[in-house]
């Protein structure tokens, strides 16, 4: 049987346990490099350059430098590569996969009057994805932690009758009204007793509010694989300008639109001989639907002939979100249905919002002519102003001051050249991100680099890059209970393909 059920009770318990929290604001705040090839060639320093569809991303200005109508279509192979330690346990995993990543144009109206101060004006359209979320890990390893604390945090304090399948009520019912009605907390307490994890202290007490662990052990043999899929993509119209053929000037319009699926399949056995609990497996489906809006403005001066310099603002990000969940339990204690407990059952949130702070990126490029460039970009964003709202609700305001104390200001720095050889081009780019956290061990430092080539044939283009960054994580398998980390050593590497067309 398949129910939908819309949970609107207890927030503050969902919001520090499932989702909504710090993890979401890094999720869609942290983006990666994307676009066509010849940007990421030069890890995106465009903030003084313009003339690419990508470059609108840094600075809006950036389309008044095109002198003709301009499209572009770009494809990436994502590779993702995740070294996990976990205790005395090592794991590698890899994943690929291949999108139409970029796709735009830009039109360029230029006033025949060359005593005009105003020359010229661009309007451009271009898709993007912003973040690719198709990655996993496997941390497996033997533990001192098991799952029965992630269980019994939730169940302590808790009444036993409320959480009891009433009358009349199938087993799958009653998980979701108990969802429902008294909120993540209390399911989360149902899962664990009856998937035979945890016991009330009397169970003949419906008032009963002390639970204890069914495992007896030292030590616990754990496997936990993660798998995440979807996109973050974005839809940007651009207007920019020309004046006196020295500045630039440039204001784009930003819609986002988030799919993101993040499957979590946990298993535990290994329990000391007498242990009435010998294994558990514990899954979790969350799905997350949403959209956003953002605006940029921005302006390029050329000096002279060789020195150009940017810069640019973008607005916060302000995102509207819907998670649904999933989730199954098994062991050999479990309740002889429960397996009528499973992905079919789906557990719907109420809308949510989050704002990304706003980022300011100052640019400058050194142009010689024909034969190449130097640019480079520094970017600036403070994390700890993230939001998640509304700001009201006192779980929300409790996660907003964790926020606020365990992120930190985050800047960006970015440089890339090209050197030209008649038709063909050679590029390439490094990029250094710091952490958002404070204490720097969560998420580490991204560093980065890039290659690239060109060809222009004249009324076409062929760009080719290879980028790949890496970045140290340390997560933890739960929010809460059994926290323990997985140490993962991550490293995405990219091949991107354009073909640019002049109109």
Known sequence: ?????????????????????????????????????????????????????SAINVNPAGTAVFNNNYITFSATNYHRNNQTSYFNGFTETDLDNVELNQAGGV??????????????????????????YDDEFLARGTSNQSIDQYFLNF???????????????????????????????PQQAFLGFFGGVI???????????????????????QEFLQITSGQNSKFTANFATEYRGRLYLGASLNFYDVNFEKLTLFDEDGYDAGSALEFVNFDNLQRTFGDGFSFDVGAILKVNDVVRIGA???????????????????????????????????????????????????????VFGQEGLLSFDYGYQDF?????????????ASENNFISSQLKAVSTYR??????????????????????????????????????????????????AFSQ???????????????????????????????SFNL
Request: charged share 20%; proline share 4%.
């Open 384 to 396: 700890s102003n993230a939001e998640l709202r509304p700001t009201s609700d006192p779980a929300f």
């Open 155 to 185: 169940a302590q304090g808790q009444a036993l009758g409320p959480i009891l399948i009433q009358d009349g009520e199938l087993i799958e019912e009653a998980y979701l009204n108990i969802g429902s009605d008294l909120g993540f907390g």
């Open 312 to 366: 640019s603002y973008q607005s916060p990000t302000w995102y509207r979100f819907q998670d649904e969940l999933s989730q199954r339990i098994n062991s050999n204690l479990a309740d002889n249905e429960i397996d009528f407990i499973n992905f079919s059952q789906i557990n719907v949130f109420p809308t949510y919002r989050i704002q990304i702070p706003a980022k300011a990126t100052g640019s400058i490029a050194l």
């Open 1 to 53: 049987m398949k129910k939908i059920l819309l949970i609107l009770a207890v927030l503050a318990t969902a919001v520090e346990t499932n989702a909504q929290n710090i993890n979401d604001v890094l999720r869609y705040g942290l983006e990666d490099i994307q676009g066509t090839a010849r940007f990421r060639a030069l890890s995106g320093a465009f903030g003084a350059l313009g003339g690419d569809l």
């Open 199 to 221: 016991d009330p202290v009397d169970p003949n007490d419906d008032a009963n509010t002390q639970y204890v662990s069914n495992a007896t052990f030292t030590n616990v043999n």
């Open 469 to 499: 960054s890496q970045r140290d994580i340390n997560q933890a398998l739960f929010d809460t209970g059994l926290t323990t980390q997985a140490n993962i050593d991550n490293t995405n590497s990219n091949v991107t393909l354009s073909v």
């Open 107 to 132: 039109l360029v109206f230029k006033d025949g009057n060359e005593d005009s101060d105003w020359r010229k004006i661009t309007l451009a359209f271009n898709y993007e994805i912003v973040n690719n």
């Open 415 to 464: 440089v890339g050249g090209e050197y030209k050889i008649k038709q063909l081009s050679l590029r390439g780019g490094y990029r250094f991100e710091e952490s958002p956290y404070e204490n720097e061990n969560t998420i580490g430092d991204l560093t980065a680099f890039s290659v690239g080539l060109g060809y222009n044939f004249g009324p076409t283009k062929i760009d080719l």
